[in-house]
């Protein structure tokens, strides 16, 4: 279980196909801090770390996705190189600043408007029709592992603002029109559906 928060940006440092593909990730996090089976949040998909460890002064993990994440995510589009927004799993006890996320992804959107807007940037995004019915304005949301407040919602499409801290911390800074991204909807929009499609 994660909050959305994301407390480091990591780099993949390699790409193994495998039976699986291995990830090899740098990061912060000390690797005398995780756990081996531990959960780490990728860019928003939840990945078990199966290797870890210290080169000199670079941290790094490592996890496998199968052939049907790769398919169902934008992991697929990762090489060496790419940047990825990582949270470490919730414990009891922690703060919950974002909103409960399961960091199992739901399906892929794009980036299709980046605008200026005060200090901040508004976001237009669009997302496959079966997802479009859980996102409502002032709901939450989770893109690319980050918890978002959606603005405003136009069938398929959605904004969001995303301040200069949040663009400092993670991904956003960089993001770029036709971007895909991870797609999380929030688990409570899913259940509130899944309750009127018993009436």
């Not at 078990?48 to 790769?70: I, P, Y």
């Not at 663009?167 to 895909?180: H, M, N, P, S």
């Amino acid at each position: 279980m994660f909050t959305g928060i994301v407390t480091d940006i990591g780099r993949i440092r390699t790409v193994e196909p495998r039976g699986d593909t291995r990830f090899v990730i740098e990061t912060v996090y000390d690797p005398d801090t995780i756990a081996m089976g531990a959960s780490i949040a990728c860019s928003g998909c939840c990945l078990t770390v199966v290797d870890k460890g210290r080169d000199g002064v670079q941290n790094w993990f490592a996890v496998d996705a199968s052939q049907e994440t790769l398919n169902c995510t934008i992991l697929g589009d990762w090489r060496a190189g790419t940047p990825v927004n990582l949270e470490r799993a919730l414990k009891v006890g922690d703060e919950l600043g974002g909103h409960i996320v399961s960091g199992h992804v739901d399906g892929v959107g794009v980036i299709t408007g980046i605008a200026t807007e005060g200090d901040s940037r508004r976001f237009s995004f669009n997302i496959p029709k079966e997802l479009a019915k859980f996102v409502a304005p002032k709901g939450s949301i989770t893109l690319n592992g980050t918890s978002l407040t959606v603005n405003e919602v136009s069938g398929t499409s959605f904004g969001v603002n995303i301040i200069p801290h949040t663009q400092q911390v993670t991904l956003w800074g960089f993001a770029k029109t036709g971007d895909r991204i991870n797609v999380e909807i929030d688990v409570l929009a899913r259940y509130v559906a899944r309750l009127n499609e018993e009436d």
